[in-house]
């Protein structure tokens, strides 16, 4: 999830106070805290905030999986 982070704090930095600066944070609380977010927010940023919000989620899916996959490893070690 780094790069997206990376990108997206790089955004937010050039775009501050912007709604699509505010959205993009928004969206990053919500998927590291598992808060709700509307996802109808997205349908109204700028094509650049859209791909970082789309990298974003992708990456958050993805780390998810590996954490999931290396707990369930970890459970069956311990289960031996």
């Known amino acids: 999830m780094a790069n997206a982070v990376k990108l997206i704090a790089k955004y937010m ?3 501050a ?3 699509d600066a505010d959205t993009l ?4 609380l919500a998927l590291e805290s598992g808060a709700h977010f509307e996802l109808s927010r997205l349908y109204e940023l700028k094509a650049k905030a ?5 990298a974003m989620i ?3 899916r993805f780390d998810r999986h590996v954490m999931e996959r290396r707990l ?6 311990e289960a031996t």
């Open 50 to 54: 859209f791909g970082l919000a789309m």
């Open 58 to 60: 992708e990456e958050w």
């Open 72 to 77: 369930q490893k970890y459970l069956v070690q």
């Open 25 to 28: 944070r928004d969206l990053c």
């Open 17 to 19: 106070g912007g709604r």
């Open 13 to 15: 930095e050039r775009n």
